[in-house]
């Protein structure tokens, strides 16, 4: 059977897999710098693009590939790009399509290390960008310049969990003639695929949910049409942020159980999250499975599940958050998100602290909220000790 006429949970097992002379069950892991040619010919052949032979692993590498097809697989997309880091898939994408005097239109609560590097680093270049809530598309609309060259969105946004409709946003990039690249670290194509809405690029990174084990850092961007992908992959290749095939080994291995850890991980999130909401010491609650969330409704219709991000705020602001933060016994107080095991962290001072403090509230990350990533642990386990941390306050 094909790859694109199974179902995702198949994908997941079967999708990218090599037919290696030794009949292995699993995608062996290449663990070589370079490959030695046939002769002479086959080796000037590799470098033209005549063969498929591979060079060298910066270039590419048989694991790494496995890794990239199957990425395609589960996006829908043309082909994938697998890098060192998800700031390797940032930088690919920014450096590949944006030049000298482009504009830039972003989501205001983007991941902060996407948005730091644009302002602080690549405005050095002439490259100009706004950041805005992109839920609301007529903002979008509004920011878009004579020189704008691409719209690049979070949705879930991190850390504030807005969500920004991907039909919307196309239909405005369309219009313009605009790129449309997706940050779906948050979802995952088992809850979104931005692909199908139209949009050009989606990207993650593979150190979250997709690995899903906290033990590897990697990101992957995937493109719709082929334009695109030919532009991207010698890019990558030049900056030198490829992945390592024992990267892409490990993240193979962890997208296996992509659809079981998210389905465990959204059903005890529901339930905290409905905890939270009623609890007298928190202020608000934001997760897209709550009916108070503002787009509930876009939510349900553009993602297949509520995932297993929330964001809340203590009463008492971020004194009281620390407290909290401070008084946990299982989860565990530490940045990244989408492991098996259950995190809390501080935004402001932490993942987001090198924003400007007016960009960040601007942004929705208010200095007392809370980000918390929910694993597979025993939703009762978590429960207790949320109420017991809580209480110390």
């Known amino acids: 059977m094909e790859p694109k006429d199974l179902g995702f949970d198949s994908k997941l097992i079967h999708a990218g897999t090599i037919d290696d002379k030794f009949g292995s069950a699993t995608v062996p892991i290449y663990q070589t710098s370079t490959f030695k040619f046939k002769n002479a010919d086959h080796g000037a052949a590799c470098f033209s693009g005549d063969s ?25 997309g043309y082909r994938a790009v697998a890098t060192s880091s998800g700031m390797g898939a940032v930088n690919t994408i920014y450096m590949g399509l944006l030049k000298q005097g482009d504009h830039m239109i972003s989501t205001a609560a983007v991941y902060g290390p996407s ?30 310049r004579p020189n704008t060259r691409m719209i690049f969105i979070e949705t879930p946004s991190n850390p504030t969990m807005d969500i920004t409709d991907l039909k919307e946003v196309v239909k405005i990039a369309r219009e313009n003639n605009l790129i449309t690249v997706a940050d779906n670290t948050f979802c995952s194509p088992y809850l979104q695929r931005p692909l199908e809405s139209g949009f050009d690029i989606v990207f993650h990174s593979i150190t979250k949910f997709l690995n899903g084990h ?48 998210l389905e465990k991980s959204q059903e005890s999130a529901l339930k905290i999250a409905q905890f939270l909401e009623s609890h007298p010491k928190i202020d608000w609650v934001r997760y897209p499975g709550l009916k108070s969330h503002p787009q509930f409704e876009l939510a349900a219709n553009q993602m297949s599940g509520s995932g297993a991000m929330i964001s809340f705020e203590v009463k008492g602001g971020l004194k009281a958050g620390k407290v909290l933060m401070d008084n946990v016994k299982l989860c565990i107080l530490a940045v990244s998100l989408g492991g098996v095991e259950t995190l809390i962290q501080h935004p402001a001072s932490m993942t987001h602290s090198k924003m400007a403090k007016n960009d960040r509230e601007n942004a929705g990350i208010t200095d007392g909220l809370v980000r918390f990533s929910v694993g597979i642990e025993n939703v009762e386990d978590l429960l207790s000790d949320l109420k017991q941390a809580l209480n110390k306050i």
Request: aromatic share 6%; proline share 3%.
């Open 52 to 76: 498929d032979g591979y060079i060298y692993t910066r270039i590419n590498n048989p694991t790494i590939d496995a890794l990239e097809r199957q990425m395609a697989s589960l996006e829908n």
């Open 115 to 144: 948005r730091v590097v644009m302002e602080k680093h690549y405005s050095k270049f002439g490259i100009e960008s706004t950041y805005l809530d992109t839920t609301n598309a007529e903002n979008i609309r509004k920011a878009i």
């Open 214 to 261: 906290a033990d590897v850092v990697g990101g992957v961007l995937v493109t719709r049409e082929k334009e695109l992908h030919d532009i991207l992959r010698p890019m990558m290749v030049n900056l030198g942020c490829n992945m390592d095939p024992h990267q892409a080994y490990l993240v193979i291995r962890g997208l296996k159980t992509l659809s079981l850890r």
